[in-house]
């Protein structure tokens, strides 16, 4: 687990694993290739309940971010995050409290929050410990296309009064992802944009340009 992390931590593209978008007898590879593309962090986000299948993937993902030193975060599952040994979790409004998600995985743990177009969930993350936050969806989104709409300046406000990494999600191509890194984000998280491309490695190369 990376330890000692600075505000900066999260820079760079944060790749989103997706089992609809990613075929099984290719999944590692494929991320593989993101990685090798430039992705800085990825997250594992697998919402079938095929347990032995999640935790499988997630063990050989943290074998293969621990090879390249990359960040490994987990959606949702805080158990699964701490039995494979992954730097962290993110959580939804919906899921474990971040207050139970510290509990389990210890303090040098990762934990991200979704705040959606919310600055004021944001506040409350960070002063309850959060690693980072989320805000999206920025553009419009093929994997949630009905997710709450976030505004360009919520990353501003962000920016100017939270000290901690802003990540930003929805719809993110390598061709709108800059004004979103000029008005405040430190990270832009992909799914579609990369996963659900023919060329993983050379998208992700065009997305790592933007930093």
């Known amino acids: 687990m990376i330890q000692n992390l600075k505000p900066s931590f999260l820079r760079g593209l944060y790749a989103i694993t997706d089992s609809r978008l990613i075929p099984k007898d290719k999944f ?21 309940d095929d347990d032995k299948r999640r935790f499988e993937q997630a063990l050989a993902l943290n074998q293969l971010c621990q090879e390249y030193k990359r ?9 699964l995050a701490r039995e494979v040994g992954a730097d962290g979790v993110h959580i939804g409004q919906d899921d474990a409290s971040l207050k139970t998600a510290r509990a389990v995985l210890g303090e040098q743990a990762i934990i991200g929050v979704s705040c959606y177009n919310q600055f004021a969930l944001a506040q409350e993350a960070v002063e309850a410990g959060a690693s980072y936050v989320a805000f999206g969806r ?18 501003h406000e962000a920016r100017e009064n939270l000290n901690c990494p802003i990540v930003a999600i929805g719809g993110i191509t ?38």
Do not use: H, W
């Open 138 to 155: 920025f553009f419009s989104s093929q994997i949630k296309p009905d997710a709450v709409q976030a505004n360009v300046d919520l990353l």
């Open 174 to 211: 390598p061709d709108n992802g800059a004004q979103l890194l000029a008005a405040g984000a430190d990270s832009l998280a992909v799914i579609q944009g990369l996963f659900g491309q023919a060329d993983v490695m050379a998208v992700a190369q065009r997305y790592a340009r933007l930093f």
């Open 28 to 48: 590692i590879s494929t991320v593989e290739q993101a990685i090798i593309g430039g992705a800085s962090v990825v997250q594992y986000r697998d919402k079938t």
């Open 71 to 79: 960040l490994l975060i987990i959606n949702d599952d805080v158990e």
